[in-house]
């Protein structure tokens, strides 16, 4: 990636200019990973609401969704009349686990939940990210102290392409008000407290008091709390 397009991603504070631009001037193939959380539904809005089809829109279907997450998921195809690719885990491989360990093995320790996160979204993302040079993510810094070093835009040497992170700096106002101004499909667990949205048997509401991530595998330690998506 050129330097001048790394340094207007990096410097700009508009989002709908920055994917513009980078849609027009990087040749390479340009994906964007969405959970259907508020965040990624922003990002969602700004791709399918200006046409920028060479962007490749995913998500990686664990099959263990809240049926409010399928209700957006649902509600965007309808809205925007574009196309959301899915992405399955191999069936074998959660068979076995399950047949294993049980169908809520991942509650047992955390060994058990990162083997849970690994066949159901890890290998997805892999296949999803195959032959990608940016991709792009709805992460946040307020979302995990975990996430307070990354970089707008930045060099995944693992995955060998860029990361772009264009909401990296915003705040959840920030995120509301974009939905509310758009009228944006959101998922209505966000209205019961539910923060960061993932698998229905690991995600509950906030309670009071309660940082961002809390909601997210509450019942392991707090430094454990990520599932080898984001590294």
Known sequence: MK????????NANNIGEELDFLVNNFNGKIVFS????????????VIFS????????????????FAETYAVWDKTLLQYGKNIKAYYPYADKVENYVNKNGINAFYNSVELRKECCFIRKVVPLGRALKDANVWITGLRTEQSENRNA???????????LYKYNPLLNWSTEDVVMFLKKFGVPYNT????????????PCTRALKPGEDFRAGRWWWEDKSKKECGLHR
């Open 150 to 160: 990354l970089k707008k835009i930045e060099w995944d040497e693992e995955r060998q």
């Open 34 to 45: 969405t959970s259907f959380g508020i965040e990624d539904q922003v990002i969602s809005h």
């Open 3 to 10: 330097t001048e397009l790394i340094q207007f991603l990096e």
């Open 50 to 65: 200006r046409n920028l089809n060479n962007v490749e829109v995913f998500t990686l279907d664990t099959g263990r969704f």
């Open 189 to 200: 667990l966000h209205d019961e407290n539910f923060v960061s949205i993932g698998c229905a």
